[in-house]
């Protein structure tokens, strides 16, 4: 059997075969540094990046939100023009009635009732809010919507008539005294 | 001793590597670098590329450094990689053909006398070979990779290694002839 003397000379000066040849070690360093560090900070601009996006698309997500929900509120009391005359004209009744009220000084405890009553056409105003962000502004909806301020103004009349008889009755009862 | 505080020194490098400290990178990619290079410039005989590949090799060490158990020495764990990355590129680069064509490869190597080349002259000659016998050659005989692991390695079967390794060994034989002819 044929020695194999080329590999045993390699094997015997195998150091030597390592140290021939001088490569540009300095710059390949360099190089694997810059990329290295650029691997190492890369996923952070990244992360940061998409942080931001995220916090920026929640906050447009959420103000876009509100914004459209306060439109679909305001745009199913106007959208139609056959009920805008109606509507502006009912809700103005009664925002004038409510100004009225307030500015006179109406204790709450002196018509609990009337207040009862009151409180109870707020929650009714809310149901049919969601229901109009449910359903749209449909002909029934604004028609129950009518009814409400109607009945509202009925009752903030009631209150106001109420409240002008027992000023009159006080009148009344101080002069006889 | 010798061999136990090298193994502590190469551990603390390990952890320093893992920890990202530039530091202990830039002192394993001084003690293996040299080292690294020769093999893939022995694969790979364009000076540019090898060192591309050398910088491919250490970005990998460095990002894999956590994944080494010890199982192997760092050098050796370190070898792996840089071997693999050489044969992905050279495949890469193109097929790798191990078919053995038919020449005329006269065998002329005497038993009796010494090698008379230069370990510089060797090396300059494998640069020369073809790629498929010389990346052969190189597995088998500077990295001490067995036939049925060089066949595993790059795909082919270990007759094919064999035939591979035979020819490069007779080419080589061939090129130093010739050079001492022209030598005088």
Redesign the interface.
Known sequence: MREDRLRDFIDQNRLDFDRIESPNVDFVWKEIVSKTQKKKTKPNYLLLIIGVLFALLAILFISNRKTNQKLDRLEHYVLDSQYKTEHEQLLKTVTEKENEILSQNIKEEDYKEIFEELDELERNQSFIEEDFQTYGNTDELMRTLFKHYERKSKILEILLLENEKRKYNAHIDHREI | MLKAERKDDDQIMIEQCIK?N?LA??KL??KY???M???I?RMLPF?NE??DI??DT??KV??KIESYRGQATLGAWIKKICINTTLKYLRKQSPIAYGIEEENLNYV?S?KT??RYS??T??EEIKKLPKGSRVVLNLY??EGYTHKEISACLNISESTSKSQYQRG?IL??NQLKSLQHERG
Do not use: C, M, W
């Open positions: 990202g530039s990178q830039k990619y001084d670098s040299q080292a290079y020769h093999t410039i000076p090898a060192e050398l910088q250490f970005i460095f990002r190597e038993t010494e090698l370990v510089n060797i090396h005989l500077f060994r080589l034989q």
